[in-house]
């Protein structure tokens, strides 16, 4: 296979690793006058109101403030953070690469591609939150970072396409590549009408919402900011994340097809919702759950090598999840568990070569870390670590360096998880998984032979 072939794939990109920054973490107010780290989001998606609990949801976070770190302070970590993938990038070639193909049967005329695109460096970061607009310099940092030749994706709800001209001005003028928006909580039966009526009508209906009701904020300021960049012409890529759980499984085909239709440039990343980071039990899917999304994962595999164009591509994000699938049987269980993240990937694995988190994240501190030092004032963001578990993976001081980060990455992870009473027990985020190489490293090793075998038969080696 050759580049031409292994990039359409999403088994590697253009852009070599990315850093996923945080612009929300800020500090807690408790009630016995400590402080822990929190991210803090404009909306309120609870179970109550929803499907789903978002810690960063504000009615979860009483005695949080909006005191977040300056742009300046978050554009030096995210340089530091280039640089230090860099230095980690250049040690896992010269040092580990080989182990690392030897293990997963990367043929030798495929080495080389890889490696070459590794070489890649050309850097992307991910603006996250909460909800990034809450940052009053996030517009600030757009640019910045644009001028300093990074690929910028914003993550974010599109409240302020609603409320902040001002920001609209400033995105029209310095958008960042790629808008990241929510389609978890999609009403199919809605869709026709929302892309249907006048922007103006979709505004007043939004303002009808309750403030408690943040899933269905979030839905219908996706669907007002997409429309809106498409009607003015805004070169960014509109990308709609879409968590598939219970509730929604049922309606993907409806969902994919609307964006499609009102949406022809768009992109959905589709990815399966998981509670392993969060200490749950994994029973998110019952046994008619897993048999639909058996076909969903044959079909994202089937339109990815068709060449879909509205489609993220990550062939072998899907092939792991038919390989979790053919393991599994008709043990449903244990599939959901697997599929919910549980002890199905993990950033620090080692035991082919340490490499696997290298999709650096920047964020909140490990709030054990801090009542150990008896910190209670100070900053809590800047620190290298997980946003959804930080305290398995998260460094004991903010970032500094680029050799800190490059350490942090290849050893550094592994040391940390060791020291940790109860680590993570992994993840399916695929933006942490990133690209191929990433992704197997991490992988359990009981699902190498059939993952193997599922790679030889859809990627050819």
């Excluded at 909006?66 to 990038?89: H, K």
């Excluded at 030749?149 to 958008?175: E, H, I, K, S």
């Excluded at 509109?238 to 759980?245: G, P, Q, S, T």
């Excluded at 993976?393 to 800190?404: C, D, E, L, N, Y």
Aim: proline share 6%.
């Amino acid at each position: 296979m050759n580049t031409d072939q292994i990039v359409p794939l999403g088994l590697m990109f253009p852009v070599f690793s990315g850093i996923q920054v945080d612009l929300n973490a800020t500090a807690r107010s408790m009630p016995d006058g400590s402080r822990q780290p929190a991210s803090l989001c404009d909306h309120n998606c609870t179970q109550e109101v929803g499907g789903y609990q978002c810690p960063a949801a504000f009615t979860l976070n009483k005695g949080a403030k909006p005191n977040f770190a300056s742009g300046e302070d978050l554009l030096f970590r995210i340089e530091t953070g280039r640089n230090g993938l860099m230095l980690a990038r250049d040690a896992f070639l010269r040092d580990h690469f080989a182990a690392y193909a030897q293990t997963y049967a990367i043929p030798p005329a495929v080495q080389p591609v890889l490696a070459n695109l590794l070489k890649a460096d050309l850097c992307e970061v991910n603006l996250f939150g909460g909800n990034p607009e809450m940052h009053p310099e996030v517009i600030w940092l757009i640019r910045k970072l644009k001028a300093l030749d990074f690929r910028v994706n914003l993550t974010t709800t599109g409240r302020r396409f609603l409320t902040d001209q001002t920001f609209v001005n400033g995105f029209v003028a310095n958008p960042p590549h790629l808008l990241a928006l929510s389609a978890d909580d999609f009403d199919p039966m809605r869709l026709e009408e929302l892309f249907s009526i006048p922007l103006d009508e979709l505004r007043r209906q939004w303002k009808q919402v309750s403030p408690l009701r943040g899933q269905e904020q979030k839905f219908l300021e996706g669907i007002y900011a997409a429309r809106f960049v498409q009607d003015q012409g805004i070169r960014t890529t509109v990308l709609f994340n879409m968590v598939l759980y219970h509730d929604n499984l049922n309606s993907f085909y409806l969902i994919f097809d609307t964006l499609r239709r009102y949406l022809p440039k768009a992109l959905v990343n589709p990815y399966p919702a998981q509670d392993s980071f969060a200490g749950g039990n994994g029973d998110l899917f019952c046994a008619e759950d897993i048999q639909t999304f058996r076909q969903l994962a044959d079909f994202f595999v089937d339109e990815t090598l068709e060449g879909n164009p509205n489609l993220t591509k990550r062939l072998q994000y899907w092939l792991v999840m038919k390989a979790v699938l053919e393991n599994c049987g008709e043990h449903y269980s244990a599939a959901s568990r697997m599929i919910a993240g549980h002890h199905l990937w993990q950033c620090y694995r080692s035991d082919t070569a340490p490499g696997a988190g290298m999709y650096l994240q920047v964020g909140k501190a490990n709030p054990d870390e801090l009542v150990q030092i008896g910190q209670t004032n100070g900053s809590v963001n800047g620190y290298a670590g997980c946003y959804w578990n930080n305290r398995t993976v998260t460094g004991r001081k903010p970032v500094s360096s680029a050799q800190q980060v490059a350490a942090h990455l290849l050893g550094g992870m592994q040391r940390l998880s060791q020291e940790t009473a109860e680590p993570c027990s992994g993840c399916s985020m695929p933006r942490l998984w990133f690209n191929i190489i990433t992704t197997e490293l991490g992988l359990n090793p009981g699902l190498r032979e059939p993952y193997l075998r599922l790679r030889k038969k859809h990627a050819g080696f």
